[in-house]
């Protein structure tokens, strides 16, 4: 089903339906729909000096997404994620490590545990991987132990190397730092793919039909991807458009935060809404912050680095918003200050960023698309603000006793209740868990804990 979004001229814009992402697997994007809507305002601003009409009301005959200056985000949900999920079914995986990796499924048991592979596919602007489905006809086929590369390295485009280096570092994080062996503990191999786009489609009134936006040569409209997301299997991340959003394998908190929804998959099964996915989604936020950290060396929480997906926005677009005095725009979220990480206002449009940091502020929201599956990237920010708070109370490097803590929680998985293969979990509940982990292994930071959940209001 496709239902409609925003009219614009004489075209309306569409995006698929949220019942096909019901998928048997999490489809968790790292820039949440708020965001997106948010960003609107800046339709036709050129990042230089001066204003100019959009060209977004007149894309099926004018190229005008190739003009690089100005800023043309499209409305709401642009992202075909029906089609992406679709497709990246045909990709063929091990199935020996793939097969059944649905919320809260575990590996066999009997499974040996190996080595993982690291595996890039470059899609090179590729929308429907159904068209791509052979291995070998990807410019890069696969990077990793196996000679299966049609390009040597040094040709690699750079969100290939980008993906592949990071994903091995995230590996040696959760390696060295918990002793897990990948995403599912047992050597999972680690897929990446690069270099995603999405078609624009509208319904044009003159003809009654959906159409796929084309330029002045009849050629389909493909747009980089403005997003990263993890749909069970593989970890997936468009270019940005390059003038709000650069490049998402280059942020390696980008790369940590979407490998960690595997893990949060694998070891305790998380549903993707409300609260319990609001707990997945500050989980992937504390575990891709404390591992750019440690790439970092960042060892004092107080002036560690707490933003999320500050590096996947462009420092032009960020000048820009505070020289013309429309704000500011820092990064996503932050999770030392939730609802700071942007504010801007133009003419009669306002986005700000509506994390809360204390239960008291909490948002009720509908288990939609539009509702952001009842808050997951809103809610959040009361969690992220706990888990800061611990660390400077408790000091020394977040991935340390923190982290250690939060990693034993989420394994152990003795916290709220499961249904169909999914576990549903309040945040009283995981801050029960957390407390209880460090009773058993963290004498000395228990209070320190306690008192980080007080003060967000748990």
């Known amino acids: 089903m496709i239902n409609k979004v925003t009219p614009t001229n004489n075209f309306d814009f569409y995006r698929v339906d949220d019942q096909h992402c019901r998928h048997s697997h999490s489809c ?43 800023i043309d985000i499209q409305p709401s949900v642009h992202m075909l994620r029906a089609t992406r999920i679709q497709a990246f079914d045909h990709l063929k995986f091990d199935p020996s490590i793939n097969a059944s990796i649905g919320f809260g499924a575990v590996s066999n048991d009997s499974q040996p545990t190996k080595e993982p592979k690291f595996e890039v596919y470059d899609l090179d602007g590729a929308t429907d991987l159904k068209t791509r489905q052979g291995i070998p ?80 040569n009849g050629q389909p409209i493909r747009i980089p991807e403005n997003n990263a997301f993890w749909d069970g299997a593989v970890m997936a991340y468009g270019e940005g458009d390059g003038m709000i959003f650069s490049d998402f394998t280059a942020s390696k908190d980008v790369i940590g935060h979407e490998l960690t929804h595997g893990v949060t998959e694998h070891a305790c099964g998380l549903a993707y809404e409300e609260q319990s996915g609001a707990l997945n989604e500050h989980i992937s936020d504390v575990f891709g912050a404390i591992f750019r950290q440690w790439l970092k060396e960042e060892k004092d929480p107080i002036t560690a680095n707490w933003l999320i997906g500050d590096d996947c926005i462009k420092d032009d677009f960020k000048d820009m918003v505070k020289t013309r005095r429309f704000g500011h725009w820092n990064a996503l979220r932050s999770m030392s200050e939730p609802g700071n990480a942007y504010s801007v206002t ?49 000091g020394g490097p977040a991935w340390e006793t923190p982290g250690k803590i939060w990693y034993q929680t989420i394994v152990d998985a003795n916290f709220g209740k499961v249904n169909q293969g999914q576990r549903y979990a309040t945040f009283e509940d995981f801050r029960n868990a957390t407390v209880n982990t460090a009773k058993k292994d963290f004498q000395g930071a228990v209070q320190a804990l306690e008192d980080a959940w007080n003060e967000v209001g748990l």
């Open 28 to 70: 968790c994007q790292f820039v949440p729909q708020h965001i997106l809507n948010d960003l609107q305002m800046f339709n036709g601003v050129s990042l230089d000096t001066e204003i100019v009409p959009t060209h977004f009301g007149a894309l099926s005959n004018e190229p005008s997404l190739s003009q690089k200056k100005i």
């Open 346 to 394: 133009k003419g009669n449009s306002k986005g700000v960023d509506p994390q809360p940091s204390h239960m008291n502020n909490y948002k009720t929201l509908p288990n939609t698309r539009e509702g952001d599956n009842g808050g997951v990237h809103i809610n959040s920010g009361i969690l992220n603000k706990a888990f800061h708070l611990f660390a400077t109370k408790v």
């Open 137 to 216: 006809e990807y410019k890069v086929a696969l990077l990793g132990n196996k000679a299966l590369l049609q390009l040597p390295i040094d040709e690699w485009p750079p969100s290939a190397k980008n993906a592949y280096n990071t994903a091995q570092q995230v590996y040696k994080f959760y390696q060295s730092l918990f002793n897990r062996n990948s995403i599912d503990g047992k050597g999972m191999d680690i897929l990446s793919a690069v270099r995603l786009r999405t078609y624009v489609v509208y319904y044009d009134h003159t003809t009654q039909a959906s159409k796929i936006a084309t330029d002045q």
